[in-house]
């Protein structure tokens, strides 16, 4: 593990990247290192829904493996005064009134935006469907069973969080079909020799028509010399109508395609 460590992203830092403005009742931020991970079990989660005026609410979900470290947690999440508490699935949501709210459900515990913080209890209670398991889900469906961490994005999240971005986001649209994906999943794999990344897309055919990405415009091949190999042939690399491909796949990816050689 200490081998890998300079080569594998901070996972811990990217978990609160992007939740500067997760402001807890108390006017403080949260150290998940510190305050999160000694009591955590198994996975911990960032999960974003719609929020007000086209926001993006968020909230943290993490498995409980020592009860009285959460509970005390969630405790101190509070500054005082008052809170509105109510039954969650056997467990209790409490809201604060700057918007921030807390729950423990099970063997799960749950901090963040009260929007954020409901939709999870509302999915975990069964009120609403699952991710997975369902057509929306299915990208995640495909990534490895064994898997050290996950990103998914509907096609909402797509739009909001992706595109229009420059720099890496734009090259990433080559893969993903930001226009007419109606879903993402991503996941990180370790490997004997390094990390391994697999990425899903799952496009809607009628939209991918209307954004054809570099890979739609190239023909399909079908290979035919790959019998003119022999049995001791160390590699055999294959490609149709090179030219006419090449062009087509430049001109399709544009401005999007530098940096991609």
């Known amino acids: 593990a200490e081998e890998l460590a300079d ?7 990217l978990l ?14 949260i150290d998940l290192s510190r305050e999160v991970l000694p009591w955590a079990k198994d996975d911990i989660a960032l999960v974003g829904v719609t929020g007000p005026k086209k926001t993006v609410a968020q909230a943290y979900v993490v498995g409980v493996g020592d009860t009285a470290k959460a509970d005390q947690f969630l405790a101190s999440l509070s500054p005082g005064g008052k809170s509105k508490q109510s039954r969650a699935d056997g467990g209790t949501l409490t809201v604060y009134s700057n918007g921030f709210a ?53 096609r909402t999240g797509v739009q909001r969080l992706l595109a229009g971005r420059q720099g890496s986001a734009s090259q990433l649209d080559t893969f ?44 399909r091949f079908e290979p035919e010399l790959a019998d003119q190999a022999g049995s001791r042939t160390l590699a055999y690399i294959g490609v149709g109508d090179l030219g006419p491909a090449l062009n087509r796949a430049i001109a399709t990816a544009g401005a999007g395609a530098q940096g991609l050689a």
Do not use: C, H, W
């Open 176 to 219: 993903v079909d930001y226009g007419a994906t109606t879903g993402v999943a991503v996941s990180l794999r370790l490997r004997d020799d390094g990390v391994e990344i697999n990425l899903d897309s799952r496009l809607d055919p009628n939209l991918e028509q209307r954004s054809p990405t570099v890979f739609a415009a190239l023909p």
């Open 102 to 154: 807390s729950a423990r459900v099970g063997e799960v515990a749950l901090f963040g935006s009260v929007e954020a913080v409901r939709a999870s209890v509302d999915s975990k209670t069964g009120r609403v469907p699952e991710l997975t398991g369902t057509d929306q889900g299915a990208p995640l469906d495909e990534l490895p069973d064994v898997r050290l961490a996950e990103l998914y994005l509907s």
């Open 7 to 13: 080569d594998l992203p901070n996972l811990v830092a």
């Open 16 to 29: 609160q990247a992007d939740t500067s403005d997760l402001a807890t009742p108390a006017g403080r931020p």
